[in-house]
T-cell receptor, first 110, second 113 residues
Framework: QKEVEQDPGPLSVPEGAIVSLNCTYSNSAFQYFMWYRQYSRKGPELLMYTYSSGNKEDGRFTAQVDKSSKYISLFIRDSQPSDSATYLCAGPAAGNKLTFGGGTRVLVKP | DGGITQSPKYLFRKEGQNVTLSCEQNLNHDAMYWYRQDPGQGLRLIYYSQIVNDFQKGDIAEGYSVSREKKESFPLTVTSAQKNPTAFYLC????????????FGQGTRLTVV
């Protein structure tokens, strides 16, 4: 079982809709999570990071962690065509490494 | 500006050749990482280094080699032993402390011709 899993998508939404992205994780010791956005043929860029349970908001983005169900989510409000990208979730791993989900491809249609 | 620089952006290799991908960071990070990304897939860890002159194998180290002679630099060599080297290679760095985020370079696309 992978430590972090994501639905690969693609997830297609109309412009202005809310994009909802989810990851599940297996290691209950994880307390720190990150979301990255990756445009085609570019390196991932950090969107948000969050500790433990609860919500964290940054502009149109909200990150949510539910430790009881080992579920992490990213919501994008008022989605724009420029939000079309692959979104990767990540959590800590042994040996000061990070473990990544496989990424969810999002397409926002004008 | 602080950041991570990977070069070249595109690299072509003939079969049987070794090639070296460059990764330089000026973020003063101790830890550096190399990942491989294949189309439609996530990131797979090749090698990582937590301190100068020390590095560890990741999940797919076979056919690759690294060095860490300077804190700022972590070059990756793709050797002829790597049977399927065509991929997108990403370098990342982060602080040594737990629960810190990683920052990525813009990647090198390697193609075997």
């Amino acid at each position: 079982q992978k430590e972090v899993e994501q639905d690969p998508g693609p997830l297609s939404v109309p412009e202005g809709a809310i994009v909802s992205l989810n990851c599940t994780y297996s290691n209950s010791a994880f307390q720190y999570f990150m979301w990255y956005r990756q445009y085609s043929r570019k390196g991932p860029e950090l969107l948000m990071y969050t500790y433990s349970s609860g919500n964290k908001e940054d502009g149109r983005f909200t990150a949510q962690v539910d430790k009881s169900s080992k579920y992490i989510s990213l919501f994008i409000r008022d989605s724009q065509p420029s939000d079309s990208a692959t979104y990767l979730c990540a959590g800590p791993a042994a040996g000061n490494k990070l473990t990544f989900g496989g990424g969810t491809r999002v397409l926002v249609k004008p | 500006d602080g950041g991570i620089t990977q070069s070249p952006k595109y690299l072509f290799r003939k079969e049987g050749q070794n090639v070296t991908l460059s990764c330089e960071q000026n973020l003063n990070h101790d830890a550096m990482y190399w990942y491989r990304q294949d189309p439609g897939q996530g990131l797979r860890l090749i090698y990582y280094s937590q301190i100068v002159n020390d590095f560890q194998k990741g999940d797919i180290a076979e056919g690759y080699s690294v060095s860490r002679e300077k804190k700022e630099s972590f070059p990756l060599t793709v050797t002829s032993a790597q049977k399927n080297p065509t991929a997108f290679y990403l370098c990342a760095s982060r602080k040594q402390e737990q629960n810190t985020e990683a920052f990525f370079g813009q990647g090198t696309r390697l193609t075997v011709v």
